[in-house]
C-alpha cells in the first residue's frame, strides 16, 4: 500500500477557489482502480491549510493515476 499525504498552504482570496477544486477530484480519483482513498482536509487552526491523502493499492495503481 502507498499512502501520500500533500500539505497546502493557499492564499486567504484562493481558499475557495482551491476547495472547490480539490473536492471535484474525490469522486473521480476515488473511482479509480487501485485507490482506497482519495480525501481532502482542512486544519480547523490554520484555514489556508488543506491536506490531501491518497492510498493507493500499489505503486502500478499510482503511476496510471499519475
Known sequence: MIVIRTKMNVL???RLEVLQ???SLV???GREAGCNCY???YDTNDEKCFILIEEWESQEDLV???
Do not use: A
Open 21 to 23: 477544486t480539490l473536492r
Open 39 to 41: 480525501g481532502v482536509y
Open 27 to 29: 469522486g473521480p480519483v
Open 12 to 14: 486567504s482570496e484562493k
Open 64 to 66: 496510471r493515476h499519475i
